[in-house]
């Protein structure tokens, strides 16, 4: 079979947003790798990095990548594309592995990888329904997490997505409750914690907390229905919520009932930038939350609060 291979440069921000183009693709892979710069939090100038993306070839499959992918071009997001033809895939290689913080190790499901001691490996299969792992504000949330996360805590992963931070928190020793309201993350935070070997520590469902079921679909566009809720009754001693900012201020006051009432309950909220910073702070702060904590990566931020 002959392959198209398309290679790109991107910025951080890039990278999910290719990986959501293409999951209509069923057939297309994607291989990421961390160029240089992107070992520290790199300026979103610089191309942090390399994607190589293989499809079976057919010419119409060529223009339409192309067209595709041109919005994030002429926006400076990614590189020129550049399109070769091959007879077989490369094997994902050690350059598709990803540090996070002090302990996770970030890599594909089926890679070749020795794990070093205090070391917590977080595999993700090879899919592009929810983008892979590497944006921003989960490399920010996995921080937070790393510092805070304890064993035996309650936990809530709010807009579980591919469920690479559900799987972080059971590895870290908590009980999870991966939520999330729309039907194909569900489906993939299931393959995810599967893959990591965490199911007896992590319950997945469709659904939302609180009034997070009358918001409809947090990404837009989508109408649901028959979404359960799940009551906020103080059953938590984490929550992470990596979604919309204006989500997170809509449901501040069900983030403070959903926390257990001690001085030990940890909120961390993500998934927006500095322009809605300003205003997730305030809706928390009314609902009765202190602030805690602050990662940031260019333009992009996550919270910690505490009650």
């Known amino acids: 079979m002959t392959w198209l291979e398309l290679n ?10 290719v990986c959501t183009l293409l999951r209509a693709n069923d057939e297309a892979e994607v291989q990421i790798t961390a160029l240089p710069l992107a070992t520290e939090l790199p300026s979103s100038s610089d191309w942090a990095y390399q994607m190589r993306l293989y499809l079976p070839y057919t010419h119409k499959r060529t223009e339409e990548l192309r ?13 020129p594309p550049e399109i ?12 598709a592995i ?38 921003p504000a989960t490399f920010l949330s996995l921080q937070l997490l790393e510092r805070y ?32 309201n729309d039907a194909t993350a569900v489906k993939f935070t299931g393959e995810t914690v599967r893959c990591n070997h965490v199911a007896s520590q992590v319950t997945v469902m469709q659904g939302s907390l609180g009034q997070g079921s009358e918001l409809g679909h947090w990404m837009g566009g989508e109408s649901l229905t028959d979404v ?43 998934g927006f930038t500095t322009d809605y910073e300003s205003d997730v702070n305030s809706a928390l702060s009314d609902a009765g939350f202190q602030p805690l904590d602050c990662r940031r990566w260019n333009e992009w931020v996550a919270l910690a609060h505490r009650l």
């Open 228 to 270: 359960a809720t799940i009551q906020p009754t103080a059953a938590f001693n984490l929550i992470v919520a990596n979604i919309l900012g204006r989500v997170h201020v809509a449901l501040a006051n069900d983030y403070q009932r959903a926390l257990a009432p001690t001085s030990t309950a940890i909120l961390i909220t993500a």
């Open 149 to 180: 996360v304890e064993p035996q805590m309650q936990a809530l992963d709010l807009g579980s997505g591919s469920g690479i931070l559900s799987v972080a928190m059971a590895k870290l020793g908590a009980d999870v409750l991966a939520l999330d």
């Open 84 to 95: 070769a033809f091959v007879d077989q895939k490369p094997a994902q290689t050690d350059s």
């Open 98 to 135: 990803h540090r996070v913080g002090e302990r996770f190790v970030v890599l594909n499901s089926d890679a070749s990888y020795r794990q070093q001691a205090d070391e917590i490996p977080l595999r993700l299969d090879n899919n592009l329904a929810f983008g892979s792992g590497f944006h």
């Open 8 to 17: 790109i440069e991107a910025t951080p921000d890039a990278v999910d947003w």
């Open 67 to 79: 067209n595709l992918l041109s919005p994030l071009q002429r926006t400076g997001l990614i590189s």
